[in-house]
């Protein structure tokens, strides 16, 4: 079987507000294809926004033990993965840690591929990041959208504990 080709995932997120409306967005490219994404919510934070953003970028792949390196502005999402912290959260079963829920679908996903993260500048002009900075603050802006329930859910079980 032909080598599949190596895959390019840029992502942001933004909150106006922390917490607040806040939206992802996703540049995915492989060789000549590229496919955008975004969504959001009406009430969430930027941290759960850039994690949600890489979530759906892996998720979006369809198939499994893909090269993907993944571009963010997020030093949360980069340092997570490559200095270990995520490791710390899994053996200490996310006790306390904020956006479990997310972190656990990343997991899952992010195991079924090669992945490497790359931090990069945000708002400093590069394409594909001000491209999903668009897409993310843009999705953020749109009526109607729904309640980050896992964010709600969260800052619920906070109150009571």
């Known amino acids: ?18 917490p607040g409306p806040g939206g992802w967005g996703v540049v995915l490219k492989c060789g000549s294809l590229c496919k955008e994404m975004s969504g959001g919510f009406s009430l969430t934070t930027n941290n759960r926004m850039e994690l949600l953003a890489v979530i759906m970028g892996l998720e979006a792949i ?21 200095e270990g912290w995520l490791d710390k959260w899994l053996s200490t079963g996310f006790k ?13 996903v992010y195991r079924m591929h090669r992945v490497s993260f ?3 500048k945000g708002h400093a002009g590069h394409p594909e ?12 802006a749109l009526p109607g959208l729904p309640r980050d329930e896992g ?8 109150l009571f504990q």
Do not use: P
């Not at 306390?96 to 899952?108: A, E, H, I, P, T």
């Open 1 to 18: 079987m032909a080598q599949k080709e190596k895959i390019f995932l840029y992502t942001d997120g933004a909150s106006s507000g922390n």
């Open 118 to 120: 790359h931090w990069i």
């Open 96 to 108: 306390k840690k904020k956006n479990s829920d997310l972190w656990l679908r990343f997991v899952q």
């Open 129 to 140: 990041n001000e491209r999903c900075d668009a897409l993310a603050t843009g999705a953020a």
């Open 151 to 158: 964010y709600v859910q969260e800052e619920e079980n906070n």
């Open 62 to 82: 369809k198939w499994e033990n893909a090269e993907v390196e993944v571009y963010s502005d997020s030093s949360y999402v980069v340092k997570a993965v490559t």
